[in-house]
């Protein structure tokens, strides 16, 4: 089920998730929901607060612009390793039409669980590994315009208040299909 996404400035957004106790059909289905949404949305990655649930789940497919990747679900995800460092110009799910370069790590290793609440490590690379931080940053109640200039960050808060207000009588699902930077997160 493709759910409603969170538009930023949102209380929510800021609030720090709690790590999943079990990974059980609920998770599951929260996954799959996040998973569905993200295709729904055009974007590559998605966390659980960006659909108003504060636990600590990702999803992340750079498959379209990354060789040799796939659908990952993360519950519980950690960044145990994190080095080299690069630029990349990130968007997101929650503040459409924005793109702004953000400094990153350039890989990382991440440790999470699967969705059978397996634990895995991968080590990440490129796109992926930006959005296993940009994903991982949201969970701590960070979006990728707090690692901007705050005239910066004013400058995208007027515009999103502004398509907020525009798109006032329609659903949250429908400001979601403003259209997206092609990296959206
Ligand atoms: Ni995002």
């Known amino acids: 089920m493709v759910r409603d996404i969170i538009i930023w400035p949102d209380p929510l957004l800021k609030q720090k998730s709690v790590p999943v106790d079990k990974v059980d059909d609920g998770i599951r289905r929260l996954l799959d929901d996040m998973s569905e949404t993200m295709y729904a949305a055009d974007g590559v990655g998605l966390a659980a607060p960006q659909v108003g649930v504060l636990k600590r789940c990702i999803v992340i497919d750079t498959s379209p612009r990354q060789e040799g990747q796939k659908l990952l679900h993360f519950v519980n995800p950690v ?5 080299g460092e ?9 503040i459409p039409g924005e793109a702004e370069d953000v400094d ?12 059978s609440g397996k634990e895995f490590e ?7 590994a930006i959005a296993v931080q940009h994903e991982t940053d949201h969970l701590q109640g960070t979006v990728f315009v707090d690692h901007l200039s705050s005239l910066k960050r ?3 808060r007027r515009r999103m208040k502004k398509l907020k207000a525009e798109h006032a009588s329609e ?3 429908e400001v979601k299909k403003a259209p997206q930077h092609r990296s959206a997160l």
């Not at 960044?79 to 080095?83: F, K, Q, T």
């Not at 690069?86 to 929650?94: A, F, K, P």
């Not at 991968?122 to 992926?128: G, S």
């Open 86 to 94: 690069t630029t990349y110009t990130e968007g997101c799910l929650s």
């Open 154 to 156: 004013e400058l995208i």
């Open 122 to 128: 991968i080590e990440a690379d490129e796109l992926l």
């Open 171 to 173: 659903t949250p699902g």
């Open 104 to 115: 990153r790590f350039a890989t990382v290793r991440v440790r999470a669980l699967d969705r």
């Open 79 to 83: 960044i145990v390793r994190a080095e």
